[in-house]
């Protein structure tokens, strides 16, 4: 069975206190590995899509990276409106992606 | 920009009482499916179509019915509802399964 674990479940910064998140993955031939921004009371957004291990994918301050067993998303220097819940999600054999529980973001001015 | 609308923001409906959630897309994507999210549980997949009246189960199906009779239009059914089916409601769809899914902004259903 697909699974996805993400963490840490919660993260606070400060405006310019670059971290990363991570998404740890178990799956029957990857078909992709997606990222998602959902802000409170919103569906997801699309982020990016990682297909192979080694590929890294950016847009402004959001950089992902993936390897064989796990994803990162690095964020560079957040902004408050950098705040919102990340989710991870994976394409697997089963043709349906399954998510992660996502990672709360929240950086503080 | 694909669009994905879902008919309704908030709905409260009474135990028992039959519900549609009416969810339409505007790019001609092939693929459509229906999520619930809950706090500590994440998404979960209902239901999914690749095609017009084609349907798939999905993880959590019980309770639950789907209706594609339109290539643009897939639309979840609560059988008989029940306060245990209290959840935002996630609609998306895709081009095809390797897409990233386009999410619509979600039915927030309460069952009272």
């Known amino acids: 069975e697909d699974q996805v674990t993400q963490s840490p479940e919660a993260l606070r910064l400060q405006e310019g206190e670059s971290s990363s998140l991570n998404c740890s993955y178990t799956v029957s031939g990857l078909r992709g590995l997606f990222w998602y921004r959902q802000d409170p009371g919103k569906g997801p957004e699309f982020l990016f899509t990682l297909y192979s291990a080694g590929e890294e994918k950016e847009k402004e301050r959001l950089k992902a990276t993936l390897t064989k067993k796990e994803s990162f998303l690095h964020i560079t220097a957040p902004k408050p409106e950098d705040s919102a819940t990340y989710l991870c999600?994976?394409?697997?054999?089963?043709?349906?992606?399954?998510f992660g529980q996502g990672t709360r973001l929240t950086i503080n001015p | 920009d694909v669009k994905v609308t879902q008919s309704s923001r908030y709905l409260v409906k009474r135990t028992g009482e039959k519900v549609f959630l009416e969810c339409v897309q505007d790019?001609?994507?092939?693929?459509m499916f229906w999520y619930r999210q809950d706090p500590g549980l994440g998404l979960r997949l209902i239901y999914f179509s690749y095609d017009v009246k084609m349907k798939e189960k999905g993880d959590i199906p019980e309770g639950y019915s789907v209706s594609r009779e339109k290539k643009e239009r897939f639309s979840l059914i609560l059988e008989s509802a029940s306060t245990n089916q209290t959840s935002m409601y996630l609609c998306?769809?895709?081009?095809?399964?390797?897409?990233?899914?386009?999410f619509g902004s979600g039915t927030r259903l309460t069952v009272v």
């Open positions: 998306a769809s895709s081009f095809s399964d390797r897409d990233g899914y386009t």
């Open positions: 999600a994976v394409l697997g054999g089963a043709q349906k992606l399954v």
């Open positions: 790019m001609d994507h092939e693929n």
